[in-house]
T-cell receptor
Framework: EADIYQTPRYLVIGTGKKITLECSQT?????MYWYQQDPGMELHLIHY???????EKGDLSSESTVSRIRTEHFPLTLESARPSHTSQYLC????????FGSGTRLTVV | KQEVTQIPAALSVPEGENLVLNCSFT??????LQWFRQDPGKGLTSLLL?????REQTSGRLNASLDKSSGRSTLYIAASQPGDSATYLC??????????????FGQGTTLQVKP
C-alpha cells in the first residue's frame, strides 16, 4: 500500500497568488490522480498521470496544471489563484485501488 | 456514460443497529469498486476494494458485496457505533476505450449513529 503525502493541509491565500500543492508517494506507483471536491459535492477528476512526463486533463475543466518529473511527485500548480478555486484537492495513486492523501483545503480570499 | 447512485443520501440510526448502504452503477464493465469513508473536512479513507471477479470483501464489522450483472453493491455495517458517523462514498473504476483508471463517485451516504 502506498504512503501518500499532501502538503499543505490547509492554505488560505490572496487572489492572484501562485500556489503549488504538493503530492508525493513512496511506493513508486505509475498512475496518479488529482480530484477536486467542492464542499458537500461530488469528487471530480481534474488531472492524471500514467508515469514520468505523462500528464492528462480530467473530466472537470481546471485552470490548474500538473507536472510529473519524478515518479514519486505529482504537484499541482495554480498560476493565479481566484476565489473560484476555493475547494479541497485530493491526490491519490492507483495501484489495484486508490489510496488518497489527506487532501489540501484551499481558500482563496 | 457511467453513473453511480447511492441510496439513501442520509441515514440516522441508534447505536448498535446493523445497517446497509446501497450503491448502483449503470455500466457493468468495471475493473473494481471501492468504498470510502470521509469525515467532515477530511480526505478519503479506503474501506474495502472489490475486484470485478469477486462477490464480497470483509473487514472487521464491514462487509461489501458486488453484483456486477445487476450493477449493485452494498456496504453492510454491523453493530454500528457513534464513531462510524461519516459520509460513505462508493466509486467504480470502469473499463472502456477511454479508460483512464479514473474513479466515478456516487454522491455519498451521510451516516449518523446516535449514542
Amino acid at each position: 500500500e502506498a504512503d501518500i503525502y499532501q502538503t499543505p493541509r490547509y492554505l488560505v491565500i490572496g487572489t492572484g497568488k501562485k500556489i503549488t500543492l504538493e503530492c508525493s508517494q513512496t511506493m513508486g506507483h505509475d498512475k496518479m490522480y488529482w480530484y477536486q471536491q467542492d464542499p458537500g459535492m461530488e469528487l471530480h477528476l481534474i488531472h492524471y498521470s500514467y508515469g514520468v512526463n505523462s500528464t492528462e486533463k480530467g473530466d472537470l475543466s481546471s485552470e490548474s496544471t500538473v507536472s510529473r518529473i519524478r515518479t514519486e511527485h505529482f504537484p499541482l500548480t495554480l498560476e493565479s489563484a481566484r476565489p473560484s478555486h476555493t475547494s479541497q484537492y485530493l491526490c491519490a495513486p492507483n495501484h489495484y485501488g486508490y489510496t488518497f492523501g489527506s487532501g489540501t483545503r484551499l481558500t482563496v480570499v | 456514460k457511467q453513473e453511480v447512485t447511492q441510496i439513501p443520501a442520509a441515514l440516522s440510526v441508534p447505536e448498535g443497529e446493523n445497517l446497509v448502504l446501497n450503491c448502483s452503477f449503470t455500466d457493468s464493465a468495471i475493473y473494481n469498486l471501492q468504498w470510502f469513508r470521509q469525515d467532515p473536512g477530511k480526505g478519503l479513507t479506503s474501506l474495502l476494494l472489490i475486484q470485478s471477479s469477486q462477490r464480497e470483501q470483509t473487514s472487521g464489522r464491514l462487509n461489501a458485496s458486488l453484483d456486477k450483472s445487476s450493477g449493485r453493491s452494498t456496504l453492510y455495517i454491523a453493530a454500528s457505533q457513534p464513531g462510524d458517523s461519516a459520509t460513505y462514498l462508493c466509486a467504480v473504476n470502469e473499463i472502456g476505450s477511454s479508460n483512464t483508471g479514473k474513479l466515478i463517485f456516487g454522491q455519498g451516504t451521510t451516516l449518523q449513529v446516535k449514542p
